[in-house]
């Protein structure tokens, strides 16, 4: 069970403070349990850990298994932002981390960037490869994926055929609208539904996340079983609910320390893309109207060694928030050197893990000396049940969060300025008088 940990922040807040931000944390979870606020057309994530029905996730299983009978070895995932992080970060979390998986298929990444370097050494991988694409945009127009999307649709329909390509792409999509969709509907491709109320960051147990997590062969059930027992627990109305205790505590943060920035640590290289879905979680979420506390991350003990010196010495707008995973899953002991010319017999018996825990226990109290406040939120484990309770537990925890900030958790208005700006360099039809209005300015 997700736990969290404030007493890292024990010298730094008054009592009373902590229990008036609790309070105001509570008015805010009432908010989101009544479905009152704004933004409340986007509250469909909430179903989803216990209301995910069987059939969904049979469809998503039975794409595994056809592909796998097709002897598929790659299977291209095109999305950006909430249609990419969820699946990234599940599969950099749950991967073997060096060995390329033998019995089951490669997964990758496309149309998350536009870069032509990226999509070609991509492609170069796929004409190697026995190859098979997942296309996932909600709203089925976003540039970067479309482009993506082109490219390798050409590729597997020249390399196998229409007919065979029909049964190499699935669409994840809008029920009825979008260039994606119609798309699809013309070329016999199976679709999956990304439900109207549920926004791109809060779907990754919806086919978004669900089905590239399912093809790289790992348990959706069991992930969204841990979803569901972690939804028990944010949605009871009390002070220890864990959302309530996080939402609280960095509203408190911000509000009265001047705290701009969170920083996401973890000590496990595997937790590094869930710090990417969580700042883009919160980052889209409460980074608006002026207002909001900037998500970073970090992975220690590796970024000690770079950001380390910031974090301990420079500008005190931070707070950290530490991951820690209570079980490593693998064991490696510190052998004994007879001659111990690395001065490392002090380690001989050790487990890695535990040099990493004392790491963590040492930056901890470093931080708090250094006037950097310290959360701490505990899993179990890094599996598919454990991943599934700490999306739920973040999700819910972010919509408290937003809602006592006083924003609305579900828009993105700010997402929309680059785009303009890109859709009139490029002369998208549409935009001729945004075109002339930024050549008059570069
Ligand atoms: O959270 C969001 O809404 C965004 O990050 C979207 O997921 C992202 O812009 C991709 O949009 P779409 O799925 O429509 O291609």
Not at 83 to 103: K, T, V
Not at 105 to 117: K, Q, T, Y
Not at 160 to 166: L, N, R
Not at 385 to 410: D, K, M, R, T
Request: some cysteine.
């Amino acid at each position: 069970m997700i736990k969290v940990n404030l007493s890292g922040c024990d010298s730094f807040v008054k009592d009373a403070d902590l229990k008036n931000y609790k309070q105001k944390a509570l008015e805010a979870y009432d908010i989101l349990a009544a479905g009152n606020g704004a933004g409340n057309d986007f509250l469909g994530w909430k179903d989803l850990p216990d209301g995910t029905p069987e059939e969904l996730i049979a469809q998503c299983e039975a794409v595994r298994d056809d592909w796998y009978g097709r002897g598929v070895n790659l299977v291209v995932v095109i999305g950006i932002g909430g249609s990419y992080l969820g699946a990234r970060c599940a599969l950099e979390a749950l991967n073997h981390q060096f060995i390329l998986p033998e019995d089951k298929p490669r997964i990758v990444f496309a149309g998350n960037n536009l870069s032509e370097d990226y999509l070609a050494e991509m492609m170069d991988l796929a004409e190697r490869s026995n190859v098979a694409c997942i296309s996932i945009s909600k709203s089925g127009t976003t540039t970067e994926p479309a482009v993506a999307f082109r490219i390798v649709k050409e590729h597997i329909e020249a390399r196998y055929g229409k007919q065979e390509a029909a049964a190499r792409i699935v669409a994840v999509t809008d029920a009825v609208k979008g260039a994606l969709k119609t798309l699809s509907t013309q070329e016999g491709y199976r679709t999956f539904v990304v439900p109207d109320n549920v926004g791109g960051r809060f779907s990754v147990l919806t086919p978004v996340g669900l089905l590239p997590i399912c093809v790289a062969g790992y348990d959706i059930r069991a992930m969204l079983r841990g979803a569901a027992d972690a939804k028990k627990a944010v949605t009871v109305r009390s002070e220890d609910n864990p959302a309530i205790q996080y939402a609280a505590m960095r509203n408190l943060l911000y509000s009265e320390l001047g705290k701009k920035v969170e920083i996401l640590v973890s000590f496990n290289p595997r937790l590094t893309y869930l710090a990417e879905w969580w700042k883009q979680l919160f980052g889209e979420s409460e980074g608006k109207d002026g207002k909001g506390i900037y998500p970073a991350s970090a992975t220690f003990t590796t970024d000690l060694h770079s950001l380390g010196q910031f974090i301990q010495d420079g500008s005190r707008c931070l707070f950290e928030t530490t991951l820690k995973v209570e079980k490593a899953a693998r064991s490696v002991v510190i052998g004994s050197d007879p001659q111990n010319l690395d001065q490392l017999n002090y380690l001989a018996g050790q487990h890695v893990e535990h040099c990493n825990s004392m790491a963590a226990l040492g930056t901890k109290l470093a931080h708090i000396d250094g006037g950097v406040p310290q959360i701490e939120i505990s899993m179990e484990k890094i599996d598919e049940y454990c991943l599934g309770e700490i999306f739920c537990f973040f999700e819910f925890a972010c919509g408290v969060s937003a809602y006592q900030l006083g924003v609305n958790p579900f828009n993105q208005p700010g997402v929309e300025a680059y785009k303009k700006n890109m859709f009139a360099l490029l002369r998208k039809p549409g935009y001729e008088e945004a075109t002339k209005a930024i050549l008059a300015k570069i």
